[in-house]
């Protein structure tokens, strides 16, 4: 299995819903990330987890909430969003710790709307 | 600072015609370089890297890269292009020795193939 597997593909919420992007891989890897990418651009990263511990946040709103509750499993709890939080919101995983000289594996993200 | 630059907004090749897409990056040493492709609605798939070694770099899917320093250079090139190379792609930029999560990309060169 090499794949990031993200579901669900595409949420549309209400900006005082509650909902969360789930992300799941199971090839042993042990650095996860979460990335942001507004249409046309590139993406932005908002968190990384090394070894099921939080090593970046990129100063991102506390509206964004990562939880990783063990290896194989990311997800990123959005409350209280906003309109220009639309965007695909990619996760990505890389084999040991998430040294530059991995290969990321991203997954296929999740595009989210907010009205 | 590090940067990366991708000077090409948009191009578009005729299909078996050969491509070059041009990435520029600012780095004080030897950068680790990548070059990734996404199609629509889609994450992120790498192509190729260049940490050290040899300058030109073979990659997936009948891609290379040639580094150059002189040039602050990380050129992508396929000598025929096919129909389902139409993806968006980004170059990056990483620290040596640093985090996966330090990933400077560029703004991204669209490639359309014309039948």
């Known amino acids: 299995d090499t794949e990031v597997t993200q579901t669900p593909k595409h949420l549309v919420m209400g900006m005082t819903n509650k909902k969360s992007l789930k992300c799941e891989q199971h090839m042993g890897h042990r650095a996860m990330y979460w990335y942001k990418q507004k249409a046309k651009k590139p993406p932005e990263l908002m968190f990384v987890y090394s070894y099921e511990k939080l090593s970046i946040n990129e100063s991102v709103p506390s509206r964004f909430s990562p939880e990783c509750p063990n290896s194989s499993l990311l997800n990123l709890h959005l409350h209280a969003l906003q309109p220009e939080d639309s965007a695909l919101y990619l996760c990505a995983s890389s084999p040991w710790g998430g040294q530059t000289n991995e290969k990321l594996f991203f997954g296929s993200g999740t595009q989210l709307s907010v009205l | 600072a590090q940067s990366v630059t991708q000077p090409d907004i948009h191009i578009t090749v005729s299909e078996g015609a050969s491509l070059e897409l041009r990435c520029n990056y600012s780095y004080g040493a030897t950068p680790y370089l990548f070059w990734y492709v996404q199609s629509p609605g889609q994450g992120l798939q790498l192509l190729l890297k260049?940490?050290?070694?040899?300058?030109l770099v073979q990659g997936i899917k009948g891609f290379e890269a040639e580094f150059k320093r002189s040039q602050s250079s990380f050129n992508l090139r396929k000598p025929s292009v096919h129909w389902s190379d139409a993806a968006e792609y980004f170059c990056a930029v990483g620290d040596y020795g640093g985090s996966q999560g330090n990933l400077i990309f560029g703004k991204g060169t669209k490639l359309s193939v014309k039948p």
């Open positions: 260049y940490f050290s070694g040899d300058t």
